[in-house]
Nanobody, 125 residues
């Protein structure tokens, strides 16, 4: 399983970005996908996750309210729509895949099996 994250960039506070995660696997619809981020000097944290077969979503506190995750199984792509961005959202964003929604939510101890390379999001005026 290979994941490729894209869509990062520089955006002003209050702006929006949409990240994409292209997943190369025959069995895309079996995997739950999550988005994580890591800012300099901070621990990695989950921001959004989506289940494999029923599109159930989960948002940890860091992503709740301003972030929306969705998936297009035909394109084998998962999106993260980020609105009302704040400087505190500046980080490298990663997508990850695993069979378990709880794992890709980042709320447990297990680390997802597969990771993308990350895309930089910078929120600054």
């Amino acid at each position: 399983v290979q994941l490729q994250a894209s869509g990062g960039g520089l955006v002003q506070p209050g702006g929006s970005l949409r990240l994409s995660c292209l997943v190369s696997t025959v069995s895309f619809d079996l995997y739950a996908i999550g988005w994580f981020r890591q800012a300099p000097g901070k621990e990695r944290e989950g921001v959004a996750a989506i289940n494999s077969y029923n599109d159930v979503t989960f948002y940890p506190p860091s992503g709740e309210g301003r972030f929306t995750i969705s998936r297009d199984n035909a394109k084998k792509t998962v999106y993260l729509q980020m609105n009302s961005l704040e400087p505190e959202d500046t980080a490298v964003y990663y997508c990850a895949a695993d069979f378990s929604l709880s794992v890709v939510s980042g709320m447990g101890h297990k680390i997802p099996d597969y990771w993308g390379q990350g895309t930089q999001v910078t929120v600054s005026s």
